[in-house]
């Protein structure tokens, strides 16, 4: 199955950042040049993986080739990939579909998707587009979040906040480590979407204004979504602890809806409490 260029690149990018990044002792590998312990070489995994040096080569090197799905799985296996890697190295070569939808902008949420996000009231919640961009939100949201409200409709994209709203990396009690996981969630999900003109932009314009996107971008880190523990900062409701889901509307694939849920009763009766 083919792939366009930009879907080429992307994967032999993926592929050989992963490569570099694999510690040798995990293989039982004698250390490279000079005690190196991180990074194979090619011919390590081609040999691991039972798929030529030209050929696992030539996928780095984001040919114009047609891997097979076998190529594919030995390689995954040789590289270690998680199951998000594997299924996102799939989808880059046209193996498995990317997810249900079409992948058009999508400005607003749609108004049954808004109400739901109201019925939600004491929950914070929020809409993501498929280029992150928030398409709706609720009012506990943007009692956690403010700036949610007043950012321009052109900068209101979770990751451009993420990495350039000082508010933000204030809010959040890990911001390095939930910044590492929010860019990986959004590649895993966006890859083989990067050639589509909205992508490019918002890439190039975090790239530029921002020195840790920049630098994580380059690392090709892909984590599919988890249900876990976040802790808010707030600056007049102090240390808020909530849990973090994801639900997609099974009419509006495209949407996914982001809801926080208080981490225990008591949790709960503080936030609302102090918000009213």
Known sequence: MATDEQQR???????????????????GLPPAGRGRTIGLRREE???????????????????????????LDAVATALHLT????????????????????????????AHVQRFLDALEEHPAYALAPDWGVAGWNAAYEALYPNVATTPPEKRNLLWLIFTDPAVRDLLDDWDDTSRR?????????GPRLGDPRYRDLVGRLMEASPE???RWESHDVRGFESR?????????????????????SD???????VYTPADAAARARFFRRRD
């Open 9 to 27: 690149k992307e994967l032999g990018a993926f592929l050989r950042a992963r490569r570099e990044q694999l510690d040798r002792t995990a293989y």
């Open 45 to 71: 995994i081609s040999y691991l993986s039972g798929v030529s040096v030209t050929w696992y080569t030539w996928l780095e090197q984001g040919r114009d080739i047609n891997p097979s799905r076998q190529v």
């Open 83 to 110: 199951v998000a890697e594997h299924d996102y190295a799939l989808r880059l070569a046209g193996f498995a579909p990317a997810r249900p939808g079409t992948g058009e902008a999508v400005e607003t949420a749609p």
């Open 182 to 190: 929010f860019l990986a969630e959004f590649r895993a999900e966006a």
């Open 213 to 215: 996107f920049r630098e």
């Open 229 to 249: 523990e976040r802790v808010f900062r707030h600056p007049s409701l102090g240390r808020l602890v909530f849990e973090h889901h994801q639900l997609r509307p």
């Open 252 to 258: 509006q694939t495209d949407i996914q809806l982001v």
